[in-house]
């Protein structure tokens, strides 16, 4: 709120959008495979993950203990916060 005695439409209101939070999203989706048992083809996926909403947001992977899972980051791409 903006006031002044010398305006004549004092009090003025007013109000901002809100911060928008972000969204995490992850393409294609949802990610599927399938193999038969004692395959040893290695096969790759690739995802991608991106902020759809705004603000920052601060993000991890991990396999969990999966001993036939392997995360390996682009090395052509800067790891930082999606803003």
């Known amino acids: 709120m903006i006031t002044s005695a010398d305006a004549n439409?004092?009090?003025?209101k007013f109000s901002s959008p809100p911060?928008?939070?972000p969204v995490l999203s992850v393409t294609p989706s949802p990610v599927q495979d399938s193999a038969q048992?004692?395959?040893t083809a290695v096969r790759i996926k690739t995802l991608t993950v991106s902020n759809t909403g705004g603000g920052?947001?601060?993000?991890?992977a991990?396999?969990?203990g999966a001993t036939w899972l392997t995360i390996?980051?682009?090395p052509r791409v800067v790891l930082e916060p999606l803003r």
């Open 9 to 12: 439409n004092s009090p003025l």
């Open 19 to 21: 911060d928008r939070q």
């Open 37 to 39: 048992q004692g395959d």
């Open 56 to 60: 920052t947001l601060t993000w991890a």
């Open 62 to 64: 991990t396999t969990k």
């Open 72 to 74: 390996v980051p682009n």
